[in-house]
Each structure stands twice: as C-alpha cells, then as structure tokens.
C-alpha cells in the first residue's frame, strides 16, 4: 500500500525558507513521478514541481509558473524521500502542501494524474 508523508511546514518570514520532506512507501519499481502541489481554501491544486524516478531522459524536474529558481526539487531514492526547499519565499506561497506520486515516470502538471497523495503540511509566510 502506497504512503506518502509530507513533513517539514510551518511559518516563516518574506525572504526566508523552509524546507519539505516527503517520505514514500508502498512499491520496489524505479518507475515513478514524485510532486508537490499546493493549496490555498477554495482553489484547486497547483502543480510546485515534479520529478522522475529516471535522470537518463534529460532534465527529470519541472517546476510552475514563478516556482523556478527559487524553490528546488530533489529525489533521495535510497531513503525514499522527496524533498522540496524553498528559498525567497513570498506571501503568496501561504498554502497547504501536498505530496503525490504516480506510479509511472513520465511526469505531468495536473493534480488528475497522480492517484497518491499525502495529508499535506501547511506553508505560511508572512511579510
């Protein structure tokens, strides 16, 4: 059975960062897309950034609009864990923060795609 487990959330500073951590479980293939999205009440999920489980396909990360450059994404594959840090954060990147995965390693924006998800933990910035 497939775990996703964000931990890593609080509060922080306009400028500051935080960092994300996604611990997964659940399968043994080398054949998956992590992500992160985020949340705010009363919107939908907007794709943070993907990775592919495979680096021999050219650049394995994606990121959304105003995303690149200040947050990074990375895959810890021996430890399972996914983690996002987030640098120059802004007050529009207050949200709940969601892990997902899909069980394949093409890796695509749409929270549709991906049938895992965490609990999420929450991002609040303030200015």
């Known amino acids: 059975q497939v775990h996703l487990v964000e931990s890593g959330g609080g509060s922080a500073q306009a400028g500051g960062s935080l960092r994300l951590s996604c611990e997964f479980s659940g399968w043994a293939h080398d054949n998956y897309c992590m992500a992160w999205f985020r949340q705010i009440p009363g919107g939908g999920r907007e794709r943070v950034a993907t990775?592919?489980?495979?680096?021999?396909?050219?650049?394995?990360?994606a990121y959304g609009y105003g995303i690149r450059g200040r947050f990074t994404i990375s895959l810890d594959k021996s430890k399972h864990i996914v983690n996002l840090q987030m640098n120059s954060l802004k007050p529009g990147d207050t949200a709940m923060y969601y892990c997902?995965?899909?069980?394949?390693?093409?890796?695509?924006?749409?929270?549709?795609?991906?049938?895992?998800w965490g609990q999420g933990t929450q991002v609040t910035v303030s200015s």
């Open positions: 990775i592919s489980s495979r680096n021999d396909v050219g650049d394995d990360t």
């Open positions: 997902a995965a899909r069980m394949n390693w093409l890796c695509y924006s749409t929270e549709d795609e991906y049938p895992y």
